[in-house]
């Protein structure tokens, strides 16, 4: 399958500063990106929907100031978590579509630590 | 998108079938069935899709209900590496068209 490339793995942080996480597609061109977070042993949430080139789309409920999401080009998009904070501490997850527009393949995920 | 039910938890003896069912019986008419499993601190791996048609690939079968309104995902030989969440869930095709997560079934293969 497709394969989708997420940097960092892990990441501890202090409170207050900003974590940028990458997720690259390596070997297909993913137009929409979307970006999930996951709290232990709960299911993924979406946070918002990444189209290249233009903004970003937020699901209710998450701060797109807090969360910011760039979708530079084809291959890649970047979640900035902005000034956090312990309660940002989660397990952050990206997926690209593959040009099928039929399947979703997923990044092996960032797990954030805000001390 | 339609939502989707699936049992809480599983177990499956190593080498046996694993038989994951999903009901989505409020599925619409271009909603597709996607399964896709979880193993701890992983991103989610894709399984396989399917719309009406029963599918197979090198990992497992879908069996899609003629009326469409459940489905069920078979490991034919299960291992230990197949213990995860498996996640049954329904979207519509399309870029805009979002894959939402339900709770999923936590598939325990055992020796």
């Known amino acids: 399958g497709a394969v989708v490339s997420q940097h960092p793995s892990r990441v501890i942080c202090k409170s207050g500063t900003s974590v940028k996480i990458e997720c690259r597609s390596l070997d297909f061109q993913a137009t929409t990106m979307f970006w999930y977070r996951q709290f232990p042993k709960k299911s993924l949430m979406l946070m918002a929907t990444s189209n290249e080139g233009s903004k970003a789309t937020y699901e209710q409920g998450v701060e797109k100031d807090k969360f910011l999401i760039n979708h530079a080009s084809l291959t890649l998009s970047t979640l900035t978590v902005t000034s956090a904070h312990p309660e940002d501490s989660s397990f952050y997850i990206c997926?690209?579509?593959?040009?099928?527009?039929?399947?979703?393949?997923f990044g092996s995920g960032t797990q954030l630590s805000v001390l | 998108d339609a939502k989707t039910t699936q049992p809480t938890s599983m177990d499956c003896a190593e080498g046996r079938a694993a038989n994951l069912p999903c009901n989505h019986s409020?599925?619409?008419?271009?909603?597709?069935v996607y399964w896709y499993r979880q193993i701890h601190s992983q991103g989610p791996q894709y399984i396989i899709h399917?719309?009406?048609n029963n599918e197979t690939n090198e990992m497992a079968s879908l069996i899609i209900t003629e009326d469409r309104k459940s489905s069920t995902l078979i490991l034919p030989h299960a291992t230990l590496r197949d213990t995860a969440v498996y996640y049954c869930?329904?979207?519509?095709?399309?870029?805009?068209?979002?894959?939402?997560f339900g709770t999923g079934t936590r598939l325990q293969v055992t020796l």
């Open positions: 409020t599925i619409s008419g271009n909603e597709y």
């Open positions: 399917g719309l009406k």
């Open positions: 997926s690209g579509m593959t040009g099928g527009n039929e399947k979703l393949f």
């Open positions: 869930i329904v979207r519509s095709p399309g870029t805009a068209s979002k894959l939402t």
